[in-house]
C-alpha cells in the first residue's frame, strides 16, 4: 500500500517525477535552471507549464488537475496528525479519534467551568449563526489534522496545551484557561487516513505543495523550505487500528502566552 508522509522527502520527490514522466524529465529541470520564472507558487503551476512547453516544445494541458488525479490514484493512505491534551489516551485506544461531538463539548464545559449563566451565555453564543452556521454546526462531526508534525506543534500549540478549541473559546470567555491548562497532558496523535476519506480538494493543493517543494530546491539545495500549513478535516472517526503513535512533545509555543514554550 502506497502512503505519503510528507516528512519523506525524498520518496515524495522520486513518486512525483515518476508521476508526471515524461513531462518532467531532464529537458524540463534544464530549462527550469537556464531560466528560472519569477515566481514558485503551489496555488497555480501555470510558470511550471510554461517552462514543460519551453523543453518539449508543445502544451501539457492542466498539469495541476493532472498531478492531482495521478496522486489521488497512486497514494491509498496518508500519514497525518491530530493535536489534543487528554488526561489518558485510553480512550483514542479503544475508540479512535471521533469527530466533533457538540452535545459531549457542552456537557464537558458544564463539568469543567459549572453551570453558571456566564457559562451557558458562552455556549449559547457558540451556537449562534454567523455567515450561514454557527461554530459549532461548522465543527460537528469533523475530526481535524495536519499535514505536518512540525507544524502542528510549532504553530498550533493551543490544541496541546489546552485541549478542545471549543473549550478553550469558553474558558476564554470567562477567564478561566488555566484550568484546561492544568488538565491533560500534550499528544500528538500520528494517524494514517484512508484517501477516501480526505476532502475533494485534498490532492490537488498536495501537487501544487510537492512541486513547489521540488522546484524550490531545485534552485537551491541548501534552502529551509517553508514550514507546511496544510490542515484538513474528514467526516468520520478514525478507528484504533489506524493510529500509528503517540507522541508527547514539550517546549511548546504558546500561542495566547506570547509564544512561551511550554509544556
Known amino acids: 500500500m502506497n502512503v505519503f508522509r510528507w516528512s519523506d ?3 515524495g520527490e522520486a513518486t512525483l517525477r515518476s508521476l508526471m514522466a515524461p513531462l518532467l524529465d531532464e529537458q524540463v529541470i534544464q530549462a527550469f535552471l537556464n531560466q528560472p520564472p519569477d515566481m514558485i507558487v503551489s496555488d497555480d503551476l501555470s510558470w511550471l507549464e510554461k517552462v514543460v512547453k519551453k523543453a518539449h516544445g508543445k502544451k501539457c494541458g492542466n498539469l495541476h488537475e493532472l498531478l492531482a488525479h495521478q496522486l489521488r490514484t497512486h497514494y491509498h493512505a496518508v500519514v497525518a496528525f491530530h493535536g489534543c491534551r ?12 471521533l469527530p466533533s461531538n457538540p452535545e459531549r463539548l457542552r456537557n464537558a464545559a458544564r463539568e469543567l467551568f459549572g453551570n453558571s449563566a456566564s457559562v451557558l451565555e458562552a455556549i449559547d453564543h457558540l451556537a449562534q449563526r454567523e455567515f450561514g452556521s454557527s461554530y459549532e454546526e461548522h465543527n460537528a462531526g469533523r ?10 506543534v510549532n504553530s498550533c500549540g493551543h490544541y496541546l496545551l ?3 478549541e471549543y473549550l478553550l473559546c469558553i474558558a476564554n470567555s470567562i477567564g478561566k484557561a488555566q484550568i484546561l491548562r492544568n488538565r491533560g497532558r500534550a499528544v500528538v496523535i500520528e494517524c494514517m ?5 480526505l476532502p475533494s480538494w485534498f490532492f490537488k493543493e ?3 505543495n510537492m512541486v513547489e517543494r521540488m522546484f524550490t530546491r531545485l534552485l537551491d539545495p541548501s534552502c529551509e ?9 474528514i467526516k468520520n472517526k478514525v478507528p484504533p487500528e489506524n493510529i500509528i ?9 504558546n500561542p495566547h502566552n506570547r509564544m512561551i514554550r511550554e509544556d
Open 9 to 11: 522527502e525524498q520518496e
Open 86 to 97: 487528554p488526561i489518558t489516551t485510553e480512550s483514542y485506544q479503544k475508540q479512535g479519534i
Open 143 to 152: 475530526c481535524y489534522f495536519e499535514l505536518s508534525y512540525d507544524h502542528l
Open 162 to 164: 489546552y485541549g478542545s
Open 193 to 197: 487516513i484512508s484517501s477516501s476519506e
Open 206 to 208: 498536495l501537487a501544487g
Open 225 to 233: 523550505a517553508e514550514e507546511l500549513n496544510f490542515g484538513f478535516s
Open 245 to 253: 503513535q503517540f507522541h508527547y512533545p514539550t517546549k511548546i509555543p
